[in-house]
């Protein structure tokens, strides 16, 4: 607030005067001094007051190297897991700026980029590769994300994997590493995808068994090059 104000007309100039000390001050020195040095007098008093009234301001001036406060975000309903298996992109931006732990585990020891890595999901899956969750994870049964998007073929999830330090050469508890898993013909490995789909299938996951045996070629290919 401007409290008690006045406005000195100075050579002709209008300077606004905060402080009742500063008019004071200037009827003293009319009544004591020359009225040739009086107007320099005044101007010297009014730029003080000036200065003075700008620096008692009511907004505190930010202090060099004071942290500035981040703005808190609360993760959502939703668990991380379950978003991530939906599909549920701002939810898992949500857990991303929430802070939420990214490799938090599932009842079968795997974390989120396992989850989108199976489902195909590939928006999610970068955002998890881009938020650092851990490309080499290990599930239960020792597979990694790039295990589980080898098997199920999903070629941009396997590309953002390794080019993220997803480590190939890491095998799972059978000792198969992702290259193994889509080396073999598709027919020695159905009965494999069949039971995924008797466990997964209830829970959303479905499978375009063409599309798999199209691509597990591509998929040896691809990671036998990197």
């Not at 001050?25 to 040095?37: A, G, I, K, N, Q």
């Not at 406060?69 to 939810?91: F, M, T, Y």
């Amino acid at each position: 607030m401007l409290g008690h104000c006045c406005i000195l007309r100075i050579d002709g100039c209008y300077v606004l005067v905060a402080d009742d000390v500063c008019l004071v001050l200037l009827w003293f020195l009319r009544c004591r001094m020359s009225r040739e040095f009086f107007p320099y007098c005044c101007r010297a008093v009014a730029l003080f007051a000036c200065v003075a009234f700008m620096g008692c301001s009511g907004d505190e001036a930010a202090v060099p190297g004071t942290p500035v406060e981040k703005e808190v975000v609360a993760p959502p309903s939703i668990k991380l897991l379950d978003a991530a298996w939906v599909g549920d992109v701002d939810s898992v931006r949500q857990h991303i700026a929430a802070g939420t732990d990214l490799d938090s585990r599932g009842e079968d020891g795997g974390t989120s980029l396992h989850a989108v890595a199976a489902r195909g999901n590939t928006e999610v899956a970068m955002l998890l590769i881009d938020a650092g969750a851990d490309v080499n994870a290990k599930k239960a049964d020792g597979g990694t994300p790039l295990h589980s998007a080898a098997f199920f073929c999903h070629e941009k999830i396997v590309r953002a994997l390794l080019a993220n330090g997803a480590d190939k050469t890491i095998p799972n508890g059978v000792g198969a590493t992702a290259y193994d898993s889509v080396a073999g013909s598709f027919e020695d490995v159905k009965p494999i995808y069949d039971l995924v789909m008797q466990v997964m299938g209830p829970l959303g996951l479905q499978l375009d068994y063409e599309r798999i045996q199209d691509e597990r070629p591509n998929m040896a290919e691809l990671l036998s090059a990197q």
